[in-house]
Each structure stands twice: as C-alpha cells, then as structure tokens.
C-alpha cells in the first residue's frame, strides 16, 4: 500500500522500521518540529526523522497539522492509509478522512484502558500486571476508534518507562504489519471498544516529585513509571535528587525520614513499609548506585527527604 507515516519519539521508531522493510511504499514522513536544546540552543532532531533521513524519505514538520496549506499537501500524495504512532499532534477530520483506507493508531495500551499520551508511563504507576498494543481505526475522538488488533503484554516487576516502551514498540511493529496485510487482504473489520475507559495523561516535570504519604509499594511503581522521564524526585538537603529506583521493603518509619543508613543501604520511611533506594542521580551529575552516593556525604537516620525545597 502507499502510505504516509506519522511519529515522532523512539516508540515510534521500531513500527517505522517494520513498515520501511515491509514492501509497503512510505511515500512520505510526519514527524513534530524540531527542538532546541540546552544554553546554547542546539537543534535536536527526533528518532523518526534521523531514520526518514538516513533513508532519503520525504519528511515534513508542520508547527500545526492542521494548517489547510499542509492539508493540501497531504491530498495532493493521495496515500491509501496514514499510519500514526506517538506523533504528538491531533488530526482534524479531514486529514482522518483522506485515506481510502483510513488512519489506523499504534497505541501502547489495551483499549479502552489508558488513552491519552502517556500510558506507559500510568500503567506501570497504577500497578497493572499487564498492558498490551492495540492498532485501531482513527476517529474524531481521543484514542476512541474502533479496534483492528491488539496484542496482550505482561508488566515486569523490574520495568521501567523506558523498558516497557521499548518492548512495546517491538511487539507494536509486528502487530502493524499484521494489521496492514490483514486489512489489504480485506479480512479485518473494525470492533468497537468495549469495556471501562480510563485515561493517561500527558506528563510534566512537576509530576515527578514523590509524595512520602503513599506505601512503599506505590513508590516503587511510581519510581519505575517515571524513569527515565520526567523521573521521580524529592528533595535532600536542599539538594535535588532524582530517584531511579527503590525496592519495597517491610518495616515501619515516619513518612519521608531516613530511617535506615550504612555504607551500602538508604532506607525511607513511608505511609507503609519501607522503601530501600537502589540507584538516584543528585542534581547535575550521572546516576550512581547507592553505595556510590551515600561516600562521604555523612547522612544518618533521621534526616528528611522533602517534597520541596527546604532553605
């Protein structure tokens, strides 16, 4: 089929792939502008686009897709089908409309669960013992068209973010190619969603900071749902510290407090249990393991982790 693909960020890198090496023709790429980043401004460009490059595909970057110039850009392509994975913008009706074929959706959840941009990230929070990819057919509505395929996937103990968007991006690979042959071949139809519909919204920095009230076992998920972005933080005398990731452990201690330190061990009081910080980053230098962190900083029971900057 001739189709024109839409994504931006690595966990849409991997579908992109499968679809460059799957016969099917990408007659061009959609991906966000690019950023700036850093003091001096450096232009950033994303995983789709450095791929669409290094294979010499037509890319465009629309501030807004949708801008009725851009769309006539996209009419005058006529592509079969729009495939879109993480690309960060919302199309208009119009543009879900083109294709003779429709807007089909790569998305890193089981449908109706965790709409939205960040599910990952809201299910590992959440304590969900699975996730899965579903493609579906685009409508007017966030995440809301019907379902092609979906493909169930089991959450880690050890997941992160980061690990479970990655492997989600493999298995969402295999399952658009699946979709796309099934589809051509004129044997997929459509179901509507069924069952509770929950949502995961987009994440911001401020999300990160941890709230020493919640069990052990919450923290945990909380810790391994935001790394490595936006990454979940408190504060250590008067130092901002990220935490990457902690074990729970029984035990109590006042909410927040250093109840527990030798050469090699941090543990936290929490609103229950006790929560043993295994790796964490202080502000402006690399990760380190625990160990490494606690030489010479002479911390001892009793001193408080923050959730704000304490002068």
Not at 99 to 104: D, E, Q
Not at 231 to 250: N, P, Q
Request: charged share 25%.
């Amino acid at each position: 089929m001739k189709l024109i693909f839409f994504g931006t960020p690595e966990f849409a890198l991997q579908p992109f792939k499968a679809l460059l090496n799957s016969g099917h023709e990408v007659i061009a790429v959609v991906t966000q502008p690019d950023k700036r980043s850093g003091r001096g401004g450096r232009v950033i460009f994303c995983p789709v686009k450095i791929e669409a490059q290094n294979r010499g595909l037509k890319i465009y970057q629309p501030v807004k897709v949708k801008d009725a110039d851009f769309i006539e850009v996209l009419k005058s392509l006529r592509p079969s089908v729009i495939v879109v994975v993480a690309y960060g913008q919302i199309l208009s009706p119009e543009i879900i409309r083109l294709p003779g074929f429709g807007c089909i959706n790569v998305h890193a959840s089981l449908l109706p669960k965790y709409r939205g941009a960040a599910p990952v990230n809201w299910a590992i929070i959440n304590g969900e013992e699975k996730t899965g990819i579903t493609t579906m057919l685009m409508d007017e509505g966030m995440d809301t068209g019907p379902v092609l395929l979906q493909e169930e996937v089991r959450i880690k103990s050890d997941d992160t973010a980061g690990s479970l968007t990655l492997r989600l991006s493999g298995i969402g690979a295999g399952v658009l190619i699946q979709t796309l042959k099934i589809l051509e071949d004129g044997g997929l139809k459509p179901v509507p969603q069924t069952g509770e519909a929950s949502y995961a919204p987009v994440l911001k920095k401020t999300d990160g900071l941890i709230q020493w009230s919640k069990s052990a076992d919450e923290l945990c998920n909380f810790i391994r749902g935001m790394n490595p972005w936006p990454g979940s933080y408190g504060f250590l005398d008067g130092e901002r510290v990220k935490i990457l990731r902690a074990v729970s452990m029984e035990g109590d201690g006042e909410k927040g407090v250093i109840e527990e330190v030798t050469k090699d061990r941090l543990l936290v009081g929490t609103g229950k249990g006790l929560l043993s910080i295994t790796e964490i980053q202080p502000s402006g230098k690399p990760v380190m393991n625990v160990k490494a962190f606690l030489q010479g900083r002479g911390l001892r029971k009793g001193i408080r982790l923050y959730e704000k900057p304490v002068a």
